[in-house]
């Protein structure tokens, strides 16, 4: 089983926000697996349904991108996963719009929800996607709290295609046969 979370932060006025691309990748894998996101539990929304085969549960915590990590380890703890069954989705602002880094572990790298996850399951060991959302021109909260623009909007479905895809092949296969295929220059070439 694997547990897929996508980081955001929850209410009408952070939707579409670059914070909230994690969530927006999360709906992006319910509408294609048809699994529907209806429970409420371990402080976050889920469903469960199957992805190339594998039983996976989706999450949007609800805590706030602040404490995303209070929700992924109450869904870990309950349904014994280890952390390399743990994927996460995530906005980062050293990627371009239309770029995404798979990786195995790491730092936070200054994202608080990520650091708060590996201070909830004490490593910083489980494989992640990072999505891009551009670097800030001024102000960091007020970018990552902002909307994308009309041309960014653009690129964004294509983008959520191939964080699919690299989702699909960390299950399907795992996470280095995907960074071997979705990481580079141009991280759409794997859709």
Do not use: W
Request: aromatic share 8%; with cysteine.
């Amino acid at each position: 089983m694997y547990l897929v979370v996508g980081l955001g932060n929850p209410g009408k006025e952070y939707e579409g926000t670059r914070h909230n691309i994690g969530f927006e990748a999360i709906d992006y894998l319910s509408d294609k697996y048809n699994i529907e996101l209806n429970r409420e539990k371990f402080k976050g929304v889920f469903g469960e349904g199957f992805i190339q085969g594998k039983k996976v549960i989706l999450l949007k915590p609800t805590t706030y991108m602040n404490l995303s990590g209070d929700s992924i380890r109450e869904v870990a703890n309950f349904y014994k996963l280890s952390n390399e069954e743990i994927i996460v989705l995530y906005d980062d602002i050293s990627l371009a719009i239309g770029r995404l880094r798979v990786r195995e572990k790491g730092s936070h790298g200054g994202h608080n929800g990520i650091k708060s996850i590996i201070a909830n399951l004490a490593t910083d060991v489980f494989p992640r996607v990072k999505i891009g959302v551009g670097a800030p021109k001024g102000d960091l909260v007020s970018h990552v709290l902002g909307k994308f623009s009309k041309e960014e909007n653009e690129v964004l479905d294509k983008t959520l295609r191939a964080v699919t895809e690299a989702v699909e092949i960390m299950i399907d296969k795992d996470t280095k046969e995907a960074m071997n295929k979705c990481n580079g220059f141009d991280a759409l070439k794997c859709v």
